[in-house]
């Protein structure tokens, strides 16, 4: 480590544990009300409702084209369901309490690409094809979008490229969707992803060119590469307000479930959400989304594996992407395929500053143990990164820093009323024959 970046760090006995591999909880010292966070921010309700509306206009054109989103005529959405059977089983098997009750939010359901990434990466290959087809005077907004199906907006969108650097399910999407609308479009992957995210990809027309690097290798490639082609677009998971903007609309659309579930979350019914985190942008997106609807009365944690907590390391320490894991003597390496990131959005660190709850890291043998317990207890198969969110619920009555941090916020009340829910943020595309295997895999 070098000793100038040392000196500047905060929570350096935390980060020493962190260093040493240890699980742990951060809770974050710089929280404060959605009243005073959301302002500082210059994305705003305003752009969410814009990004809604987009989604909606290009509706008639994902119901053409995908004809599994019919029951959300058109629209990209997935299922919200009690989990009394995977409450009671971790309850048992962690020997923890989780007051209140527990849901799962099933991006891993979402129609097209079967992760959180159908939520930010399709939105931002729509807006680009949306702004592609306006500037070259093809299309007003008023128009019925599912011209975008037709062969002319294909040949045209032809000759034009897009790029993206992945660990895998950022690919798909922007990789499935892409090849749809008639882009020609390369997925730079890096070493994590899985060959079936890449055979996949391949077959449904992208091009994939596989690094033998890690994540940020992958994007820095794509992007250079991009940059140097006038007629190519590069989907900047680091920095990229549309993608985080596509996120952030899924708190509208849980609201709405919460509605129609009778769920209700007020001062008196707080709302725990916990999410996976990668680079940051999905967790970031989805945590800014609900912070503007549910304010204070949402308490959000994402979780990181024990060897690639890039977020932890950046918000703990207060330096944000100016450290990565690896300078904490961490290898960035984890089964958790979809959190291998050793260096964090600084454009998401800057926005949830003020207003994440806290994030905790597990170790991997973990989620493969929760895989397990989520199929054999509800039959919903999630992959193990996803499962990396039944973290949360498990430890927030056990840490002492997030037990105190539920007094300091006056919630020790009102805990039986909490509504938890992780994020499950992947699965349904894993073939059969992975699954098999992640149910066999045991790493302890
Ligand atoms: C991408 C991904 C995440 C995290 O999203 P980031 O935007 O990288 O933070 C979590 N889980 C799964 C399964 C993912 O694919």
Same mark, same amino acid.
């Given at each position: 480590?070098?000793?100038?970046?040392?000196?500047?760090?905060?929570?350096?006995?935390?980060?020493?544990?962190?260093?040493?591999?240890?699980?742990?909880?951060?809770?974050?010292?710089?929280?404060?009300?959605?009243?005073?966070?959301?302002?500082?921010?210059?994305?705003?309700?305003?752009?969410?409702?814009?990004?809604?509306?987009?989604?909606?206009?290009?509706?008639?054109?994902?119901?053409?084209?995908?004809?599994?989103?019919?029951?959300?005529?058109?629209?990209?959405?997935?299922?919200?369901?009690?989990?009394?059977?995977?409450?009671?089983?971790?309850?048992?098997?962690?020997?923890?309490?989780?007051?209140?009750?527990?849901? /799962? $939010?099933?991006?891993?359901? &979402? @129609? +097209? *690409?079967?992760?959180?990434?159908?939520?930010?990466?399709? %939105?931002?290959? /729509? $807006?680009?094809?949306?702004? &592609? @087809? +306006? *500037?070259?005077?093809?299309?007003?907004?008023?128009?019925? %979008?599912?011209?975008?199906?037709?062969?002319?907006?294909?040949?045209?969108?032809?000759?034009?490229?897009?790029?993206?650097?992945?660990?895998?399910?950022?690919?798909?999407?922007?990789?499935?969707?892409?090849?749809?609308?008639?882009?020609?479009?390369?997925?730079?992957?890096?070493?994590?992803?899985?060959?079936?995210?890449?055979?996949?990809?391949?077959?449904?027309?992208?091009?994939?060119?596989?690094?033998?690097?890690?994540?940020?290798?992958?994007?820095?490639?794509?992007?250079?590469?991009?940059?140097?082609?006038?007629?190519?677009?590069?989907?900047?998971?680091?920095?990229?307000?549309?993608?985080?903007?596509?996120?952030?609309?899924?708190?509208?659309?849980?609201?709405?479930?919460?509605?129609?579930?009778?769920?209700?979350?007020?001062?008196?019914?707080?709302?725990?959400?916990?999410?996976?985190?990668?680079?940051?942008?999905?967790?970031?997106?989805?945590?800014?989304?609900?912070?503007?609807?549910?304010?204070?009365?949402?308490?959000?944690?994402?979780?990181?594996?024990?060897?690639?907590?890039?977020?932890?390391?950046?918000?703990?320490?207060?330096?944000?992407?100016?450290?990565?894991?690896?300078?904490?003597?961490?290898?960035?390496?984890?089964?958790?395929?979809?959190?291998?990131?050793?260096?964090?959005?600084?454009?998401?660190?800057?926005?949830?500053?003020?207003?994440?709850?806290?994030?905790?890291?597990?170790?991997?043998?973990?989620?493969?143990?929760?895989?397990?317990?989520?199929?054999?207890?509800?039959?919903?198969?999630?992959?193990?990164?996803?499962?990396?969110?039944?973290?949360?619920?498990?430890?927030?009555?056990?840490?002492?820093?997030?037990?105190?941090?539920?007094?300091?916020?006056?919630?020790?009340?009102?805990?039986?009323?909490?509504?938890?829910?992780?994020?499950?943020?992947?699965?349904?595309?894993?073939?059969?024959?992975?699954?098999?295997?992640?149910?066999?895999?045991?790493?302890?």
């Amino acid at each position: 480590m070098d000793q100038e970046l040392w000196n500047q760090m905060n929570n350096k006995e935390l980060l020493k544990d962190v260093s040493n591999g240890k699980e742990v909880v951060w809770v974050n010292e710089n929280l404060k009300t959605a009243e005073m966070a959301l302002p500082e921010i210059e994305v705003t309700m305003k752009d969410i409702d814009d990004a809604e509306a987009r989604l909606a206009r290009f509706a008639p054109f994902i119901l053409k084209v995908f004809p599994e989103t019919a029951p959300e005529n058109g629209l990209i959405e997935s299922p919200f369901t009690e989990i009394k059977k995977m409450k009671h089983q971790l309850e048992k098997e962690y020997n923890t309490t989780i007051p209140g009750r527990l849901f /799962l $939010k099933q991006d891993s359901h &979402l @129609a +097209i *690409s079967g992760s959180i990434k159908a939520r930010g990466g399709i %939105y931002e290959v /729509l $807006k680009h094809a949306e702004d &592609l @087809a +306006i *500037s070259h005077n093809m299309l007003k907004e008023s128009d019925d %979008y599912s011209i975008f199906a037709s062969k002319e907006f294909k040949e045209f969108f032809s000759k034009f490229k897009i790029q993206v650097g992945s660990t895998g399910n950022l690919g798909m999407s922007i990789g499935i969707m892409s090849a749809v609308l008639g882009f020609h479009v390369i997925v730079h992957m890096s070493a994590d992803a899985k060959q079936w995210k890449k055979d996949l990809l391949r077959k449904r027309g992208a091009e994939v060119i596989e690094y033998n690097d890690d994540y940020s290798k992958a994007v820095e490639v794509g992007r250079k590469n991009s940059d140097a082609d006038p007629t190519s677009y590069f989907v900047d998971d680091e920095n990229s307000v549309t993608l985080f903007l596509g996120y952030a609309v899924a708190a509208k659309r849980i609201k709405k479930q919460f509605e129609e579930q009778g769920i209700v979350i007020d001062e008196e019914h707080p709302l725990f959400v916990y999410i996976p985190c990668g680079v940051g942008g999905a967790p970031g997106g989805v945590a800014f989304g609900l912070k503007q609807f549910f304010g204070d009365n949402v308490h959000i944690f994402f979780v990181e594996p024990t060897q690639a907590p890039c977020m932890l390391v950046g918000m703990a320490s207060g330096l944000q992407n100016k450290v990565c894991v690896q300078d904490f003597g961490l290898t960035g390496q984890t089964h958790a395929d979809g959190l291998a990131v050793g260096r964090a959005s600084g454009f998401v660190g800057g926005v949830m500053k003020h207003m994440l709850s806290g994030i905790f890291s597990l170790e991997d043998y973990h989620i493969y143990d929760l895989m397990r317990d989520i199929v054999n207890s509800q039959t919903i198969f999630l992959e193990p990164s996803a499962c990396a969110a039944f973290w949360g619920p498990i430890q927030l009555m056990k840490e002492p820093a997030t037990k105190a941090y539920i007094e300091k916020m006056g919630l020790s009340q009102k805990m039986p009323n909490a509504i938890h829910v992780p994020w499950a943020t992947g699965g349904s595309l894993v073939p059969a024959e992975i699954r098999e295997e992640y149910m066999h895999t045991h790493l302890k």
